[in-house]
């Protein structure tokens, strides 16, 4: 596919649908496609590294907020019956018993794959996330420049 370009929007901070924008990115990639991921508050849990976590220089909200939200891929809850983190288990194990990756493995693809990873400065601003405590193929940019993205893109998904 020539030329062709996909942009998705994560918002969503789950599991599940964290690993369906990933299957599509990945995907798309495996069919020449370029992809960006664009990534907006709960978006941003998913490229938490856990072992970068800080809560140095951040306000009470903010170490707060880091406290109490997913450290990172394999930490996202499911959206539909996660039963405080039973729900999710019965998923993984089901997953494991048909050998399928998990989470991690469809991030790390994208990543090798050449897949774009751009953050909202405004979304990681308010949330108290830094730079250096999330993937370091993210590059952070304004909403304008995502909608630009957007817009010259021939697919554009919100997730």
């Not at 995907?27 to 978006?43: K, L, N, Q």
């Amino acid at each position: 596919m020539e030329n062709k370009k996909m942009n998705l929007l994560m918002f969503s901070g789950e599991y599940d649908k964290a690993m369906a924008a990933l299957i599509l990115a990945n995907s798309a990639r495996e069919m020449d496609i370029e992809v960006t991921m664009f990534f907006a508050f709960w978006g941003l849990c998913l490229l938490r590294e856990p072992e970068k976590v800080s809560s140095d220089d951040k306000s009470i909200y903010e170490k707060m907020l880091g406290a109490m939200t997913p450290k990172g891929p394999e930490d996202l809850p499911l959206s539909k019956m996660n039963f405080s983190g039973i729900g999710k288990e019965m998923m993984l194990d089901m997953m494991a018993d048909k050998e399928a990756p998990r989470l991690i493995d469809f991030l790390n693809g994208a990543r090798k794959k050449g897949v774009r990873f751009r953050g909202c400065k405004l979304s990681m601003e308010i949330m108290g996330f830094k730079k250096e405590e999330l993937i370091p193929e993210l590059e952070i940019i304004e909403a304008k420049e995502y909608l630009k993205d957007a817009m010259a893109s021939d697919m554009q998904l919100f997730i």
